[in-house]
Protein backbone atom coordinates (compact mmCIF):
# COMPACT_ATOMS: atom_id res chain seq x y z
CA UNK A 1 0.00 0.00 0.00
CA UNK A 2 1.37 3.68 -0.95
CA UNK A 3 0.35 7.00 1.48
CA UNK A 4 0.99 10.30 -0.17
CA UNK A 5 0.49 13.18 2.29
CA UNK A 6 -0.78 16.66 0.70
CA UNK A 7 -1.16 20.10 2.41
CA UNK A 8 -1.65 22.61 -0.05
CA UNK A 9 -3.42 25.22 -1.38
CA UNK A 10 -4.39 24.12 -4.56
CA UNK A 11 -7.55 24.13 -6.82
CA UNK A 12 -10.11 20.58 -6.88
CA UNK A 13 -8.39 18.01 -9.78
CA UNK A 14 -9.20 14.91 -10.91
CA UNK A 15 -6.52 11.73 -9.48
CA UNK A 16 -8.65 9.47 -11.74
CA UNK A 17 -5.82 8.37 -13.59
CA UNK A 18 -3.65 4.73 -13.58
CA UNK A 19 -2.65 3.89 -9.79
CA UNK A 20 -5.40 5.93 -8.19
CA UNK A 21 -8.26 3.70 -9.89
CA UNK A 22 -10.65 6.87 -10.20
CA UNK A 23 -10.06 8.36 -6.60
CA UNK A 24 -11.50 11.88 -6.96
CA UNK A 25 -10.40 14.24 -4.18
CA UNK A 26 -10.58 18.06 -3.45
CA UNK A 27 -7.26 19.61 -2.09
CA UNK A 28 -8.63 22.55 -0.59
CA UNK A 29 -6.70 25.19 1.58
CA UNK A 30 -5.73 23.37 4.99
CA UNK A 31 -6.21 19.85 4.27
CA UNK A 32 -4.89 17.17 4.88
CA UNK A 33 -5.56 14.04 2.08
CA UNK A 34 -3.78 11.08 3.18
CA UNK A 35 -4.26 8.68 -0.05
CA UNK A 36 -3.53 5.30 1.18
CA UNK A 37 -6.27 2.94 -1.01
CA UNK A 38 -4.29 2.19 -3.56
CA UNK A 39 -4.70 -1.67 -3.91
CA UNK A 40 -2.51 -2.01 -7.08
CA UNK A 41 0.75 -3.56 -7.53
CA UNK A 42 3.93 -1.11 -7.33
CA UNK A 43 4.44 -1.45 -11.13
CA UNK A 44 1.00 -0.39 -12.09
CA UNK A 45 1.61 2.89 -10.32
CA UNK A 46 1.99 5.27 -13.19
CA UNK A 47 2.00 8.39 -11.10
CA UNK A 48 5.72 8.79 -10.10
CA UNK A 49 7.28 12.08 -8.21
CA UNK A 50 10.69 13.06 -8.00
CA UNK A 51 11.27 14.17 -5.08
CA UNK A 52 14.17 16.83 -5.75
CA UNK A 53 11.81 19.12 -8.14
CA UNK A 54 10.97 22.43 -6.75
CA UNK A 55 7.65 22.08 -8.49
CA UNK A 56 6.70 18.62 -7.79
CA UNK A 57 3.05 18.48 -6.55
CA UNK A 58 4.41 16.06 -3.18
CA UNK A 59 7.75 19.15 -2.49
CA UNK A 60 4.56 21.31 -2.87
CA UNK A 61 2.90 20.21 -0.65
CA UNK A 62 5.53 18.91 2.12
CA UNK A 63 6.81 22.57 2.55
CA UNK A 64 3.07 23.60 3.40
CA UNK A 65 3.51 20.48 6.10
CA UNK A 66 6.23 21.80 7.57
CA UNK A 67 5.32 25.36 7.49
CA UNK A 68 3.73 24.43 10.85
CA UNK A 69 4.33 22.38 14.18
CA UNK A 70 3.62 20.06 15.75
CA UNK A 71 4.08 17.79 12.73
CA UNK A 72 1.03 15.32 11.90
CA UNK A 73 1.90 11.56 11.87
CA UNK A 74 3.68 11.36 8.99
CA UNK A 75 4.39 7.86 7.14
CA UNK A 76 7.84 6.99 6.67
CA UNK A 77 8.29 7.00 3.07
CA UNK A 78 7.34 11.04 3.25
CA UNK A 79 10.24 11.54 5.52
CA UNK A 80 12.76 12.49 3.08
CA UNK A 81 10.71 15.04 1.48
CA UNK A 82 9.86 16.90 4.17
CA UNK A 83 13.40 16.95 5.32
CA UNK A 84 14.41 18.46 1.76
CA UNK A 85 11.55 20.75 2.13
CA UNK A 86 12.41 21.82 5.74
CA UNK A 87 16.12 22.25 4.97
CA UNK A 88 15.05 24.55 1.87
CA UNK A 89 13.09 26.65 3.75
CA UNK A 90 15.43 26.94 6.68
CA UNK A 91 13.33 25.45 9.75
CA UNK A 92 15.78 24.22 12.35
CA UNK A 93 13.04 23.21 14.63
CA UNK A 94 10.63 20.89 12.25
CA UNK A 95 14.40 18.95 11.07
CA UNK A 96 15.30 18.69 14.95
CA UNK A 97 11.45 17.08 14.99
CA UNK A 98 12.28 14.88 11.92
CA UNK A 99 15.66 13.45 13.06
CA UNK A 100 14.22 12.85 16.59
CA UNK A 101 11.40 10.67 15.04
CA UNK A 102 13.68 9.14 12.17
CA UNK A 103 12.04 5.61 10.87
CA UNK A 104 15.21 4.44 9.45
CA UNK A 105 18.28 2.96 10.76
CA UNK A 106 20.26 5.63 9.14
CA UNK A 107 19.56 9.32 8.17
CA UNK A 108 22.41 10.72 5.38
CA UNK A 109 22.31 14.16 5.40
CA UNK A 110 24.94 14.16 2.75
CA UNK A 111 22.29 12.56 0.40
CA UNK A 112 19.01 14.08 1.40
CA UNK A 113 20.69 17.26 0.25
CA UNK A 114 22.78 15.81 -2.69
CA UNK A 115 26.07 17.98 -3.24
CA UNK A 116 23.71 21.23 -2.20
CA UNK A 117 21.57 21.00 -4.75
CA UNK A 118 18.18 21.97 -3.28
CA UNK A 119 21.02 24.20 -1.28
CA UNK A 120 22.29 26.48 -4.25
CA UNK A 121 19.63 25.91 -6.19
CA UNK A 122 17.25 28.26 -4.89
CA UNK A 123 17.14 31.91 -5.55
CA UNK A 124 16.45 32.95 -2.37
CA UNK A 125 19.16 31.40 -0.29
CA UNK A 126 22.78 33.28 -1.41
CA UNK A 127 26.43 32.25 -0.43
CA UNK A 128 25.91 34.15 2.71
CA UNK A 129 22.91 33.01 3.89
CA UNK A 130 23.85 29.29 3.07
CA UNK A 131 27.09 29.26 5.27
CA UNK A 132 24.53 30.93 8.25
CA UNK A 133 21.74 28.24 7.50
CA UNK A 134 24.42 25.13 7.76
CA UNK A 135 25.20 26.44 11.28
CA UNK A 136 21.75 26.51 11.71
CA UNK A 137 21.34 22.92 10.40
CA UNK A 138 23.74 21.67 12.80
CA UNK A 139 22.83 22.70 15.48
CA UNK A 140 19.22 21.25 14.80
CA UNK A 141 20.71 17.68 14.06
CA UNK A 142 22.95 17.67 17.06
CA UNK A 143 19.96 19.18 19.27
CA UNK A 144 17.80 16.61 18.07
CA UNK A 145 20.83 13.84 18.90
CA UNK A 146 20.87 15.12 22.88
CA UNK A 147 17.02 15.81 23.52
CA UNK A 148 16.62 11.89 22.08
CA UNK A 149 19.19 10.62 24.05
CA UNK A 150 18.06 12.76 27.24
CA UNK A 151 14.35 11.04 26.82
CA UNK A 152 15.86 7.33 26.22
CA UNK A 153 17.85 7.57 29.53
CA UNK A 154 14.79 8.73 31.26
CA UNK A 155 12.34 5.96 29.54
CA UNK A 156 15.39 3.76 30.71
CA UNK A 157 15.48 4.58 34.21
CA UNK A 158 11.47 3.93 34.62
CA UNK A 159 10.79 0.89 32.44
CA UNK A 160 11.10 -2.59 33.38
CA UNK A 161 14.81 -4.27 32.95
CA UNK A 162 13.43 -7.59 32.61
CA UNK A 163 10.23 -9.46 31.09
CA UNK A 164 8.11 -11.98 30.35
CA UNK A 165 8.82 -13.35 27.18
CA UNK A 166 5.46 -15.69 25.01
CA UNK A 167 7.16 -19.37 26.95
CA UNK A 168 6.76 -17.33 30.48
CA UNK A 169 10.92 -16.98 30.83
CA UNK A 170 12.14 -13.82 31.72
CA UNK A 171 14.68 -12.27 28.89
CA UNK A 172 16.16 -8.67 29.18
CA UNK A 173 14.08 -6.02 27.96
CA UNK A 174 15.62 -5.46 24.08
CA UNK A 175 17.29 -2.03 23.69
CA UNK A 176 15.91 0.23 20.66
CA UNK A 177 17.79 0.16 17.43
CA UNK A 178 20.10 3.25 16.98
CA UNK A 179 19.85 5.34 14.41
CA UNK A 180 23.66 6.66 12.53
CA UNK A 181 23.32 10.23 11.53
CA UNK A 182 26.03 10.95 8.54
CA UNK A 183 25.89 14.94 8.52
CA UNK A 184 28.81 17.30 7.94
CA UNK A 185 29.15 19.59 10.74
CA UNK A 186 29.73 23.22 11.21
CA UNK A 187 30.80 24.37 14.48
CA UNK A 188 30.63 27.90 15.82
CA UNK A 189 31.25 30.12 18.75
CA UNK A 190 27.53 29.79 19.34
CA UNK A 191 26.84 25.80 18.51
CA UNK A 192 30.12 25.21 20.61
CA UNK A 193 28.43 23.21 23.14
CA UNK A 194 25.33 21.83 21.95
CA UNK A 195 27.68 19.88 19.38
CA UNK A 196 30.34 18.93 21.78
CA UNK A 197 27.21 17.73 24.49
CA UNK A 198 25.94 15.34 20.83
CA UNK A 199 29.11 14.07 20.63
CA UNK A 200 29.56 13.14 23.70
CA UNK A 201 26.15 11.00 23.90
CA UNK A 202 28.46 7.72 22.59
CA UNK A 203 27.67 5.09 20.87
CA UNK A 204 24.94 3.77 22.95
CA UNK A 205 22.77 6.56 21.95
CA UNK A 206 20.08 6.03 20.30
CA UNK A 207 21.08 8.72 17.57
CA UNK A 208 24.36 8.49 16.65
CA UNK A 209 26.44 11.05 14.49
CA UNK A 210 28.92 10.41 11.99
CA UNK A 211 30.54 13.11 10.88
CA UNK A 212 32.08 13.58 6.78
CA UNK A 213 33.34 16.97 7.28
CA UNK A 214 34.22 19.01 10.30
CA UNK A 215 34.09 22.73 9.27
CA UNK A 216 34.90 24.97 12.58
CA UNK A 217 34.07 28.91 12.33
CA UNK A 218 35.88 31.63 14.81
CA UNK A 219 36.95 28.85 17.40
CA UNK A 220 40.36 28.14 19.67
CA UNK A 221 42.67 25.46 18.18
CA UNK A 222 42.35 23.71 22.00
CA UNK A 223 38.49 23.07 21.32
CA UNK A 224 39.04 21.95 17.66
CA UNK A 225 41.10 19.28 19.39
CA UNK A 226 37.99 18.19 21.79
CA UNK A 227 35.89 17.99 18.59
CA UNK A 228 38.06 16.18 16.99
CA UNK A 229 38.38 13.81 20.12
CA UNK A 230 34.71 12.79 20.17
CA UNK A 231 34.07 11.90 16.49
CA UNK A 232 33.86 8.83 14.89
CA UNK A 233 37.12 7.79 13.54
CA UNK A 234 35.59 5.92 10.49
CA UNK A 235 33.53 8.58 8.54
CA UNK A 236 35.30 11.61 8.30
CA UNK A 237 36.52 12.43 5.57
CA UNK A 238 37.31 16.37 5.28
CA UNK A 239 38.50 18.76 7.60
CA UNK A 240 38.71 22.40 6.91
CA UNK A 241 40.09 24.95 9.23
CA UNK A 242 40.18 28.22 7.10
CA UNK A 243 37.81 30.60 8.96
CA UNK A 244 39.61 29.85 12.50
CA UNK A 245 42.77 32.65 12.09
CA UNK A 246 45.15 29.42 12.91
CA UNK A 247 48.55 29.96 13.44
CA UNK A 248 51.23 27.70 12.92
CA UNK A 249 51.74 26.96 16.70
CA UNK A 250 47.87 26.13 16.52
CA UNK A 251 47.85 23.82 13.44
CA UNK A 252 50.54 21.47 14.74
CA UNK A 253 48.51 21.44 17.92
CA UNK A 254 45.43 20.10 15.85
CA UNK A 255 47.14 17.94 13.27
CA UNK A 256 48.63 15.06 15.53
CA UNK A 257 44.83 14.11 16.23
CA UNK A 258 43.89 14.01 12.44
CA UNK A 259 46.04 10.55 12.34
CA UNK A 260 43.08 8.65 13.59
CA UNK A 261 41.24 9.16 10.85
CA UNK A 262 42.11 6.93 8.10
CA UNK A 263 39.61 7.96 5.82
CA UNK A 264 40.40 11.76 6.48
CA UNK A 265 40.86 12.47 2.37
CA UNK A 266 40.90 16.11 2.23
CA UNK A 267 42.59 19.20 4.20
CA UNK A 268 42.40 22.82 4.24
CA UNK A 269 45.05 24.95 6.03
CA UNK A 270 45.11 28.79 6.06
CA UNK A 271 48.11 30.59 7.66
CA UNK A 272 48.09 34.01 6.35
CA UNK A 273 50.36 35.34 9.51
CA UNK A 274 53.12 32.83 9.73
CA UNK A 275 53.97 31.90 6.22
CA UNK A 276 56.10 34.57 4.17
CA UNK A 277 57.78 36.39 7.59
CA UNK A 278 60.73 37.09 8.10
CA UNK A 279 62.74 34.33 9.36
CA UNK A 280 62.53 33.09 12.93
CA UNK A 281 64.01 30.59 14.62
CA UNK A 282 60.39 29.27 15.53
CA UNK A 283 59.67 29.00 11.39
CA UNK A 284 62.75 26.95 11.23
CA UNK A 285 61.51 24.09 13.39
CA UNK A 286 57.87 24.60 12.30
CA UNK A 287 57.82 23.86 8.93
CA UNK A 288 59.53 20.95 9.06
CA UNK A 289 57.69 19.81 11.94
CA UNK A 290 53.72 20.74 9.46
CA UNK A 291 55.40 18.43 7.18
CA UNK A 292 56.37 15.36 9.27
CA UNK A 293 52.44 15.67 10.69
CA UNK A 294 50.86 15.79 7.17
CA UNK A 295 53.28 12.85 6.38
CA UNK A 296 51.05 10.79 8.82
CA UNK A 297 48.43 10.92 6.95
CA UNK A 298 48.46 8.50 4.48
CA UNK A 299 45.00 8.72 2.85
CA UNK A 300 44.91 12.43 2.27
CA UNK A 301 44.32 13.55 -1.52
CA UNK A 302 43.42 16.86 -0.94
CA UNK A 303 44.98 19.74 0.54
CA UNK A 304 44.25 23.29 0.30
CA UNK A 305 46.45 26.05 1.75
CA UNK A 306 44.48 28.95 0.72
CA UNK A 307 46.42 32.34 1.71
CA UNK A 308 48.82 30.73 3.04
CA UNK A 309 52.18 32.66 1.82
CA UNK A 310 54.02 29.16 1.32
CA UNK A 311 56.93 31.20 -1.07
CA UNK A 312 59.99 28.87 -1.24
CA UNK A 313 58.54 26.40 1.50
CA UNK A 314 56.11 23.94 -0.94
CA UNK A 315 59.37 21.44 -1.12
CA UNK A 316 59.51 21.52 2.61
CA UNK A 317 55.38 21.52 3.32
CA UNK A 318 54.93 18.21 0.94
CA UNK A 319 57.84 16.55 0.98
CA UNK A 320 56.77 14.06 3.60
CA UNK A 321 53.52 13.22 2.11
CA UNK A 322 53.39 8.79 1.55
CA UNK A 323 50.61 9.05 -1.62
CA UNK A 324 50.32 11.87 -4.23
CA UNK A 325 47.97 14.67 -4.14
CA UNK A 326 45.41 14.66 -6.16
CA UNK A 327 43.74 17.88 -5.79
CA UNK A 328 45.60 20.99 -4.80
CA UNK A 329 44.65 24.46 -4.29
CA UNK A 330 47.37 27.01 -3.94
CA UNK A 331 45.46 30.83 -4.55
CA UNK A 332 47.13 33.53 -2.54
CA UNK A 333 50.08 31.84 -1.82
CA UNK A 334 52.86 34.26 -2.86
CA UNK A 335 54.63 31.16 -5.14
CA UNK A 336 57.73 31.93 -6.40
CA UNK A 337 59.38 29.94 -9.33
CA UNK A 338 61.08 27.12 -7.36
CA UNK A 339 57.58 26.23 -5.71
CA UNK A 340 56.08 25.53 -9.54
CA UNK A 341 59.41 23.73 -10.70
CA UNK A 342 59.04 21.58 -7.32
CA UNK A 343 56.16 20.27 -7.78
CA UNK A 344 56.46 19.56 -11.53
CA UNK A 345 58.87 17.64 -10.46
CA UNK A 346 57.06 15.95 -7.55
CA UNK A 347 55.17 12.25 -7.77
CA UNK A 348 52.10 14.72 -7.13
CA UNK A 349 51.99 16.14 -11.05
CA UNK A 350 50.97 12.76 -12.66
CA UNK A 351 47.99 12.45 -10.13
CA UNK A 352 46.94 15.75 -10.13
CA UNK A 353 43.19 15.82 -10.96
CA UNK A 354 42.35 19.08 -9.61
CA UNK A 355 44.73 22.23 -9.15
CA UNK A 356 43.95 25.90 -8.44
CA UNK A 357 46.93 28.51 -9.06
CA UNK A 358 44.50 31.68 -8.41
CA UNK A 359 46.34 35.04 -7.94
CA UNK A 360 49.62 35.25 -9.22
CA UNK A 361 51.26 37.47 -12.05
CA UNK A 362 52.62 35.03 -14.50
CA UNK A 363 54.72 37.14 -16.02
CA UNK A 364 57.35 37.17 -12.79
CA UNK A 365 59.02 33.69 -13.88
CA UNK A 366 56.07 31.79 -13.73
CA UNK A 367 55.03 30.54 -16.77
CA UNK A 368 57.70 27.89 -17.86
CA UNK A 369 57.23 26.26 -14.54
CA UNK A 370 54.30 26.23 -15.00
CA UNK A 371 54.08 24.95 -18.18
CA UNK A 372 55.92 22.15 -17.18
CA UNK A 373 53.30 21.45 -14.54
CA UNK A 374 51.08 21.40 -16.91
CA UNK A 375 52.94 19.04 -19.17
CA UNK A 376 53.41 16.84 -16.26
CA UNK A 377 49.51 16.89 -15.43
CA UNK A 378 48.28 16.69 -18.91
CA UNK A 379 47.02 13.34 -18.37
CA UNK A 380 45.07 13.40 -15.04
CA UNK A 381 43.82 17.35 -14.47
CA UNK A 382 40.46 17.31 -14.67
CA UNK A 383 39.64 21.01 -12.92
CA UNK A 384 42.47 23.45 -13.81
CA UNK A 385 41.62 27.36 -12.36
CA UNK A 386 44.48 30.15 -13.51
CA UNK A 387 42.19 32.98 -12.76
CA UNK A 388 43.17 36.52 -11.75
CA UNK A 389 46.79 35.43 -13.11
CA UNK A 390 47.74 38.13 -15.28
CA UNK A 391 47.97 35.77 -18.41
CA UNK A 392 47.78 37.55 -21.73
CA UNK A 393 47.51 36.95 -24.84
CA UNK A 394 51.53 35.89 -25.28
CA UNK A 395 51.09 34.10 -22.08
CA UNK A 396 48.08 31.88 -23.28
CA UNK A 397 49.83 31.25 -26.70
CA UNK A 398 52.36 29.37 -24.96
CA UNK A 399 50.04 27.73 -23.03
CA UNK A 400 47.58 26.63 -24.87
CA UNK A 401 49.13 23.66 -26.92
CA UNK A 402 50.11 22.07 -23.28
CA UNK A 403 46.40 22.58 -22.36
CA UNK A 404 44.97 20.86 -25.59
CA UNK A 405 46.94 17.93 -24.03
CA UNK A 406 45.00 18.09 -21.33
CA UNK A 407 42.13 15.29 -22.95
CA UNK A 408 40.35 14.54 -19.84
CA UNK A 409 40.09 18.42 -18.63
CA UNK A 410 36.43 18.95 -17.63
CA UNK A 411 36.48 22.70 -15.92
CA UNK A 412 38.78 25.51 -17.20
CA UNK A 413 38.75 28.71 -14.97
CA UNK A 414 40.37 31.94 -16.60
CA UNK A 415 38.42 34.62 -15.18
CA UNK A 416 39.96 37.92 -14.99
CA UNK A 417 42.80 37.81 -17.30
CA UNK A 418 43.54 40.27 -19.07
CA UNK A 419 43.02 38.44 -23.01
CA UNK A 420 41.50 39.89 -26.18
CA UNK A 421 38.42 38.77 -27.54
CA UNK A 422 40.35 37.09 -30.65
CA UNK A 423 42.63 35.05 -28.19
CA UNK A 424 39.33 34.00 -26.29
CA UNK A 425 37.72 32.83 -29.64
CA UNK A 426 40.99 31.31 -30.34
CA UNK A 427 40.53 29.30 -27.63
CA UNK A 428 37.07 28.53 -28.07
CA UNK A 429 37.91 26.86 -31.53
CA UNK A 430 40.75 24.87 -30.18
CA UNK A 431 39.76 23.51 -27.18
CA UNK A 432 36.72 22.33 -29.02
CA UNK A 433 38.44 19.42 -29.63
CA UNK A 434 38.72 18.35 -25.90
CA UNK A 435 35.88 16.17 -25.55
CA UNK A 436 35.30 16.40 -21.72
CA UNK A 437 35.49 20.05 -21.57
CA UNK A 438 31.89 21.07 -20.08
CA UNK A 439 32.45 24.45 -18.21
CA UNK A 440 34.80 27.00 -18.94
CA UNK A 441 35.16 30.55 -17.15
CA UNK A 442 36.84 33.15 -19.46
CA UNK A 443 37.48 36.61 -18.53
CA UNK A 444 35.63 40.09 -20.33
CA UNK A 445 37.52 40.76 -23.29
CA UNK A 446 40.25 43.92 -23.01
CA UNK A 447 37.97 44.76 -26.19
CA UNK A 448 34.94 45.64 -24.44
CA UNK A 449 36.87 47.73 -21.56
CA UNK A 450 35.88 51.49 -22.10
CA UNK A 451 39.29 52.91 -20.69
CA UNK A 452 42.92 52.03 -20.81
CA UNK A 453 43.50 48.19 -21.88
CA UNK A 454 46.96 48.88 -20.32
CA UNK A 455 45.95 49.67 -16.92
CA UNK A 456 44.12 46.36 -16.73
CA UNK A 457 42.50 45.86 -13.06
CA UNK A 458 40.41 42.95 -11.52
CA UNK A 459 37.93 45.33 -10.75
CA UNK A 460 36.96 47.09 -13.48
CA UNK A 461 34.14 45.42 -14.48
CA UNK A 462 31.86 48.26 -13.83
CA UNK A 463 33.92 49.87 -17.07
CA UNK A 464 32.91 46.98 -19.57
CA UNK A 465 30.57 48.41 -22.35
CA UNK A 466 27.73 46.19 -22.55
CA UNK A 467 26.99 46.41 -26.20
CA UNK A 468 30.33 45.02 -27.40
CA UNK A 469 30.13 42.45 -24.73
CA UNK A 470 26.83 41.17 -25.92
CA UNK A 471 28.45 40.67 -29.64
CA UNK A 472 31.58 38.99 -28.21
CA UNK A 473 29.15 36.48 -26.35
CA UNK A 474 26.90 36.32 -29.36
CA UNK A 475 30.06 35.14 -31.43
CA UNK A 476 30.79 32.91 -28.82
CA UNK A 477 27.87 31.26 -28.77
CA UNK A 478 27.99 30.94 -32.43
CA UNK A 479 30.71 29.37 -32.40
CA UNK A 480 29.72 26.35 -30.45
CA UNK A 481 26.26 26.16 -32.08
CA UNK A 482 27.94 25.66 -35.41
CA UNK A 483 30.38 23.00 -33.98
CA UNK A 484 27.47 21.07 -32.38
CA UNK A 485 29.07 21.33 -28.80
CA UNK A 486 25.94 23.30 -27.22
CA UNK A 487 27.05 20.76 -24.21
CA UNK A 488 29.75 23.34 -23.16
CA UNK A 489 29.13 25.74 -21.03
CA UNK A 490 31.42 29.36 -21.84
CA UNK A 491 30.48 32.09 -19.06
CA UNK A 492 32.06 35.11 -17.95
CA UNK A 493 30.25 34.92 -14.53
CA UNK A 494 32.15 32.46 -12.39
CA UNK A 495 29.41 32.41 -9.53
CA UNK A 496 26.65 31.33 -12.10
CA UNK A 497 28.20 27.43 -12.14
CA UNK A 498 29.47 25.97 -9.33
CA UNK A 499 32.83 24.50 -9.97
CA UNK A 500 32.87 20.46 -9.34
CA UNK A 501 34.06 19.62 -6.26
CA UNK A 502 36.79 17.04 -5.51
CA UNK A 503 34.73 14.27 -4.37
CA UNK A 504 32.25 14.69 -7.12
CA UNK A 505 35.54 14.35 -9.62
Not at 42 to 60: E, G, I
Not at 164 to 185: E, F, I, M, N, Y
Not at 325 to 337: A, G, R, T, V, Y
Request: hydrophobic share 40%; net charge neutral; aromatic share 8%.
Amino acid sequence: MLSFLFFCHLPDFDTSFPGFRGLRTPLSCGAFVLASCLHTPAPDLTFTVNYKSMDSLVFLCARRVVAQRPLPDIPAHLYPVLFQAAFLDGRPLVLQDLVATWPFPELHYLQLVGDLELHWGHPSIDCDQAVIQDSDITKALVKACVEVSKHQQEFQRHRPKQHKGCSGATTATPQPPGVDVHTDLYVSKKSNKIVRDALQTGASAPLRIKCHKFQPRSISASDIVNFLQCLDPSCLRRVELRRCRLKLSDILEILPHLSRFPELRSLSLQCTNIFGLPHRPELANGIPCLARQLGMLPSLRELSLEYSQVSGNLHQILGNLQTPLESLELPFCSLIPDDLAFLSQSFHAPALKRLKLSSYDISQGLLEPLRLLLEKASASLLHLDLSYCYIADSHLAVLLPTLLRCSRLRFLGLNSNPLSRAAIKDLLQKTLELPNLHLVVYPYPLDCYTGDPSAFEWHLGEFVDAEILAAAKSEFFQILVNSGRTDIVWTDDPDSHKAPDYFSL
